[in-house]
């Protein structure tokens, strides 16, 4: 008992650090939604590149790492899921689970997250692995980031997706909960202003009769109207080569030097496809294709190595080491305070204490 609860409390200091670097304009969201099935896409702005693919099993127990005299969410995970992570396994920075949802993050200096008061308590990277987790569509993201208190020091906004095609923008503004979907949600794309900053700004670029403009540079909102724009223009040809099509939003809305990830994930076929500042080749894991039942061997990719096409079968088995390799590159981040390395290899271990229940066979 002692030692869980000194590994909970070095996990209240890992995650005050983090992400406490600023993320000025970093990343890019945005669905394009086709007949043939809808596919989300993200570029991972950022200035380190190393980072896990990790297949995350169901059936596991789990409790949220939170700050001292906060009450932890606790849950069994229902689904498996494929996420990118770069703070270590559990603690994603996006991914898509085996029914089709899909959930990113993104910086948002605006945030300003509600107190919890009663609330149960969980960080916000883990809470997108609760999220992939729990939920078969993004009516249960949005339920839930009111239910619980959603917070941490990473000022972020999130956008979430599922095989529909239906989207969901949550924000966190000036202590509340801020939710789009739906009819509220016209289009669901997201970069690093708030929503509504960027809708009013996409509208100013329409050009009210005359010629539309598209914006130019990699500032968050000429991001957000090139991103739009191209998925517009994907689904009104009908996206003939729906995946490539992507890729090439994708590569607009790059930034140079910055952009380390690009993933599209097909929520209807359960297919992600990625690239990396590392390796420009596309890869493609398919969710159908693994066991993701509790009781098999968890998988990871190193999302630095080589290779091209279908990787499902060439995953590696999970090791602490290459997480904690991982977490160590993570903290090489410029502006991003280093913690203890015994607080980096707890956070390294902490998966290594999920126990297998088997409650979530049965989806």
């Given at each position: 008992?002692?030692?869980?609860?000194?590994?909970?409390?070095?996990?209240?200091?890992?995650?005050?650090?983090?992400?406490?670097?600023?993320?000025?304009?970093?990343?890019?969201?945005?669905?394009?939604?086709?007949?043939?099935?809808?596919?989300?896409?993200?570029?991972?702005?950022?200035?380190?590149?190393?980072?896990?693919?990790?297949?995350?099993?169901?059936?596991?127990?789990?409790?949220?790492?939170?700050?001292?005299?906060?009450?932890?969410?606790?849950?069994?995970?229902?689904?498996?899921s494929?996420?990118?992570?770069?703070?270590?396994?559990?603690?994603?920075?996006?991914?898509?689970?085996?029914?089709?949802?899909?959930?990113?993050?993104?910086?948002?200096?605006?945030?300003?997250?509600?107190?919890?008061?009663?609330?149960?308590?969980?960080?916000?990277?883990?809470?997108?692995?609760?999220?992939?987790?729990?939920?078969?569509?993004?009516?249960?993201?949005?339920?839930?980031?009111?239910?619980?208190?959603?917070?941490?020091?990473?000022?972020?906004?999130?956008?979430?997706?599922?095989?529909?095609?239906?989207?969901?923008?949550?924000?966190?503004?000036?202590?509340?909960?801020?939710?789009?979907?739906?009819?509220?949600?016209?289009?669901?794309?997201?970069?690093n202003?708030?929503?509504?900053?960027s809708?009013?700004?996409?509208?100013r670029?329409?050009?009210?009769?005359?010629?539309?403009?598209?914006?130019?540079g990699?500032?968050?909102?000429?991001?957000?109207?090139?991103?739009?724009?191209?998925?517009?223009?994907?689904?009104?040809?009908?996206?003939?080569?729906?995946?490539?099509?992507?890729?090439?939003?994708?590569?607009?809305?790059?930034?140079?030097?910055?952009?380390?990830w690009?993933?599209?994930?097909?929520?209807?076929?359960?297919?992600?496809?990625?690239?990396?500042?590392a390796?420009?080749?596309?890869?493609?894991?398919?969710?159908?294709?693994?066991?993701l039942?509790?009781?098999?061997?968890?998988?990871?990719?190193?999302l630095?190595?080589?290779?091209?096409?279908?990787?499902?079968?060439?995953?590696?088995?999970?090791?602490?080491?290459?997480?904690?390799?991982?977490?160590?590159?993570?903290?090489?981040?410029?502006?991003?305070?280093?913690?203890?390395?015994?607080?980096?290899?707890?956070?390294?271990?902490?998966?290594?204490?999920?126990?297998?229940?088997?409650?979530?066979?049965?989806?």
């Open positions: 008992m002692r030692s869980t609860m000194i590994r909970l409390a070095l996990f209240s200091c890992v995650f005050a650090l983090a992400l406490s670097g600023p993320w000025a304009d970093a990343c890019t969201s945005f669905l394009v939604k086709l007949s043939g099935g809808p596919l989300m896409a993200k570029n991972y702005d950022w200035d380190v590149a190393d980072g896990l693919l990790v297949v995350n099993p169901r059936g596991l127990a789990k409790t949220a790492l939170v700050a001292d005299g906060e009450k932890p969410v606790r849950w069994t995970s229902r689904y498996g494929i996420t990118f992570n770069q703070y270590g396994r559990e603690f994603p920075m996006g991914g898509m689970n085996e029914a089709g949802l899909a959930m990113e993050v993104l910086w948002l200096s605006e945030t300003d997250y509600p107190e919890p008061g009663d609330r149960q308590s969980i960080r916000t990277l883990q809470w997108v692995q609760y999220c992939l987790d729990s939920f078969r569509s993004v009516s249960g993201v949005v339920a839930s980031a009111s239910e619980l208190a959603v917070g941490g020091t990473a000022t972020l906004h999130f956008l979430a997706c599922d095989p529909t095609g239906n989207c969901a923008v949550i924000e966190f503004l000036e202590g509340r909960l801020i939710s789009r979907s739906e009819r509220t949600l016209p289009l669901p794309a997201l970069t202003n708030t929503y509504n900053d809708l009013d700004y996409l509208n670029t329409l050009g009210y009769g005359g010629d539309p403009v598209s914006p130019e990699p500032g968050s909102l000429a991001r957000y109207a090139r991103a739009a724009n191209g998925a517009h223009a994907v689904r009104s040809r009908g996206g003939d080569q729906p995946v490539d099509e992507t890729f090439a939003i994708l590569a607009d809305v790059a930034q140079p030097n910055r952009t380390q690009s993933i599209v994930y097909e929520l209807q076929e359960g297919r992600v496809h990625f690239r990396t500042s390796n420009k080749e596309v890869r493609t894991v398919d969710l159908s294709k693994l066991d039942d509790c009781t098999a061997e968890p998988l990871i990719l190193d630095m190595s080589e290779g091209s096409g279908d990787m499902t079968s060439k995953l590696k088995s999970y090791n602490a080491e290459a997480n904690l390799r991982t977490i160590r590159a993570g903290y090489t981040a410029k502006k991003v305070t280093t913690p203890s390395t015994e607080t980096i290899e707890a956070m390294a271990g902490y998966p290594d204490g999920l126990l297998c229940t088997f409650a979530a066979n049965e989806k």
